[in-house]
């Protein structure tokens, strides 16, 4: 499979902070939002079966900030044979994940799944496929 990395514009950045603090009782990308209110989301989600693509972006972007939190991640754009989107990329290599595509494909199949630990296994596959030479450097 063959993909692009490219960076993601700041302006759009700032839009997905925005989704993301809209499950807080916040009013800006600046508000702090727990490790606890995101896995309560995700469980009323998971429990109301009524996911509306707003609510879903959000509860990704709040994912994706948990794994940023966590290691050497930055937004960016990727684009490959599906389409193209925001995905997380380890600073300066060529592996990706799409937390926003995580969190909808598990509603959508009716997981009930931990977070915190999607986030720790997320990372250490990331760590996983670098160590193992699986990913290379990325290239300007």
């Known amino acids: 499979m063959t993909f692009n990395i490219s960076p993601l514009p700041e302006g759009q950045i700032r839009a997905l902070r925005a989704s993301f603090a809209s499950l807080s009782s916040g009013s800006d990308e600046t508000d702090f939002i727990t490790v606890e209110e995101i896995q309560s989301t995700y469980d009323a989600l998971l429990a109301s079966k009524e996911m509306d693509e707003e609510s ?24 490959d044979e599906y389409g193209s989107g925001p995905a997380l990329a380890l600073v300066g290599w060529d592996v990706v994940c799409s937390p926003i595509d995580m969190i909808e494909k598990r509603l959508e199949d009716g997981d009930a799944v931990d977070l915190v630990e999607l986030c720790s ?20």
Do not use: S
């Open 121 to 140: 296994d997320t990372i250490a596959t990331i760590d996983r496929v670098v160590q193992a030479g699986e990913a290379g450097p990325r290239k300007p």
């Open 56 to 79: 879903l972006v959000a509860l990704g972007v709040a994912f994706g900030e948990m794994i940023c939190a966590q290691g050497d991640f930055e937004w960016v754009k990727l684009e």
